[in-house]
């Protein structure tokens, strides 16, 4: 029996080992600030290479990124029905611009800083954004503006998970106006494809793409999609959307273009955007009950290299033959780009530091003593295959010169996409009886997954009567993927004839 | 005589060309909401340039990237005293965090959704950081801590002006925590020296760097050292500045650890930053009747290139005529880095989208039409010698094939460096007489540049003193530049014997 890093395990506590992952491996902690984490250096390092990977992919699709203001004024949000009623709950307001002392030696917003309008912090863009692209667009040789900002946005959020819904955090927001209908749902597509890739290939996430149903639709949006990732406790979670928006935001903000004809058109809109909740994802996906698994192309160091000092003459000789190796790994490439190889002198424990690698989740960990150096070898752990089958630790020891860290890399990447595609795959089962629903979820399996049924899309207050049902088992409707095998059974809320398939299952 | 692109010029008047290029080269434009910009593409991506090179400079000195929270509790501020008295006029402070419908069709924040403590929009992040820095640090063998954020930061502004006065603004911050008061202001003076090689070698803009006199220092530091550019009218801008904190935030917030004899100490504390306010002065240095001068290191497209399109079918060729050269110029190296090089596919007509690039500031303009492609040429365009000497646009016919940009760009950014190093060098002159400071900056002269006077650094009210004597003549302290020679003369104040030389000027 493997004993293992964390004090706590996925099976026998799913959400005190995310907690568990989240402040071992060093990713964020509670800031004192209600609902407001402090995203560390490991945490951040995987936030930055994120923005890198998917910020390129924004970019090679056209987009230029811009920025906004941080703050909205009220008056914004209200010509907009449906989205500020989305957003009203959950919105942080400044009234006042200044502080001044209460007499008791404190300080209190002064009365006469109050602001005429008050201004919320931004919980999303499309109403400061609408109001420069109507600025902008005046023409069809306007348009399309296809725009995309990285910024943190607040929802005053009552329960708080860190990365998976904080009061701030941290996304990009893409923005686009277009001349047709058509060719604003051809760039919500585009970009859910995007997610789709870049999830897949970047984060080793398997998702499924969809389209939300109506109950789930962004506040404002004509239709939303998402991209659904499956945790290994079986919960979905929404990890990126793009919204077609129509013209609801163009009439409410005046974007509006003249023709080719010569007549006055409102545009057509959408936004997307995923956020650091994608971290979450990687966590809930790729954790194991060693801490975490980062995926090498979004690892901020791919490789870590620790010499075992010993506080003696002898270390300077072993720091500058693990230096060498550093510099070579450098020189070499995986996964497209520069190898990431971090050589740690930090004056820590060997076994400490050892097993801090391996909970903060870098793919490949070098240690090299006395011994290795004089048979010139390193030893080279693999996160993703950490222990042999007898339960000890997989340390292998390998010739230092020559070692080429290119292809194992890019197999620690397949291994945890495959990994995490099967699981995905096994755990989404279609069924054709609302009673298999309740069994299925009731049983009390760890890992119930998702099932696919199918139904004839109802809306309205029909659609409320499906959302209750499902909401008495703990259940949500998910997405009905994209490019799915037509409907050809009944709708398993109303026997009606099914119109498409739809996923259900709980969900963070 | 020339006819230049803007219709305001430098010397006709500075501020409404400073405007005027900011919105021809579509930098930034007012945004609606009060005090705050949108900045757009273009700008934007000048922004990201100097993010990357700056990040590269703060991790190649051991610094990590983080996020710490917007919001800051009040009582944070409250706890030091020097900290808080400084910006608590200019505080952007959330009171409510939910809307309400008011009766009248409109909403109000919910009065019963009142915050217990007010919570204030980060104008800087001594106070939240220092909170984390409490818990992280305990022993010496914690320290040094050294990190950074990338963060949007407010305080309420008055009079704004784009990117050198603005209500909300982008910004690195820099925090670190030290054993020892030598090593933290060592910390200090190294960020100093990143600020101003950075300055220098990637935006091409020659800075003084010094320390402030104590009446310009940071509140709650111990001491203030910044870089200081000069603008094309002589007025200084503050471009950067790095503060040596002292213990004075560690006692505030409680950041001790024990040394390494067990004994508790506080920790010595200094913080760093730079912003938005960077592309001010680079407009302000760099910007010339025509409109900006991006220097290539920090330009987003260092070449662009645009066929002359006439929506005829031998468009065709002219286009791929056109890609083959962009991609061997994408195939070269300027600088350090892939030349990045635009290929203008946009249908605007061909003189309109050239100047739109000279007021843009792109390093090199290739313009092709289709009698350079008959003779296998292009027609390059350098916007740091945009005329010839008979007053005509200096655009170069040149054969395409073999066509290398790397050396041509290089000479760009020497060139913007080397005008802007002689401006400075020219407009700082040494004087010991306070009278020749009144008759120097009662001429008029457009560009008065700065002055450097000795003087015996006075405190407290004698300083205030010379302060008010500055202010009547719209004069400023600048900084007491470093590495200076040992003063020699008297103290233009007050006749005593002079501890160091110090810079006065006007100023942003």
Known sequence: MVKHALSVTRDADFAAWYQAVITEADLAEESGVRGCMVIRPWGYGIWERIQRLLDDRIKATGHENCYFPLFIPLSYFEQEAAHVEGFAKEMAVVTHHRLVADGKGGLVPDPAAKLEEPLVVRPTSETVIGHAFARWVQSWRDLPVLINQWANVVRWEMRTRMFLRTSEFLWQEGHTAHASADEARAETLRMLEVYRSFAEDDLAVPVVAGEKPENERF???????SIEAMMQDGKALQAGTSHFLGSNFARAQNIRFQNASGELEHAQTTSWGVSTRMIGAVIMVH?????????????????????????????????????????????????????????????????????????????????????????????????????????????????????????????????????????????????????????????????????????????????????????????????????????????????EPAVERVLVGRAY
């Open 219 to 225: 506040p404002g949006a004509v239709e939303t999609w």
């Open 287 to 495: 954790g194991d009950d060693d801490g975490l698994r980062v995926p090498p192309k979004i690892a901020p160091w791919q490789v870590v290299i620790m010499p075992m000092l010993r506080d003696v003459p002898e270390d300077e000789a072993l720091v500058a033959y693990c230096r060498e190796l550093q510099q070579a790994l450098a020189a070499q490439t995986a996964l497209g780009e520069p190898v990431r190889a971090l050589l740690d002198l930090k004056p820590v424990k060997a076994a400490t530091k050892r097993w801090s690698w391996v909970k903060k989740g870098a793919p490949v960990v070098i240690e090299v003593g006395g011994r290795d150096m004089a048979a010139g070898n390193v030893s080279v752990i693999r996160r993703d295959r950490l222990y042999r089958q007898d339960g000890k630790l997989d340390s292998v020891a390998t010739p230092r010169d020559g070692l080429a860290v290119g292809a194992l890399l890019e197999e620690v990447q397949r291994t945890l996409r495959n990994e995490a595609t099967e699981r995905l795959k096994a755990n989404i089962r279609p069924v054709s009886d609302f009673a298999e629903v309740e069994s299925h979820f009731a049983e009390g399996a760890k890992a119930p997954g998702w099932l696919e049924v199918q139904w004839a899309r109802p809306t309205g207050a029909a659609l409320d009567k499906v959302v209750e049902r499902l909401k008495a088992l703990k259940l949500t409707l998910r997405n009905a993927p994209a490019g799915q095998a037509a409907a050809d059974g009944a709708c398993i809320f109303t026997g």
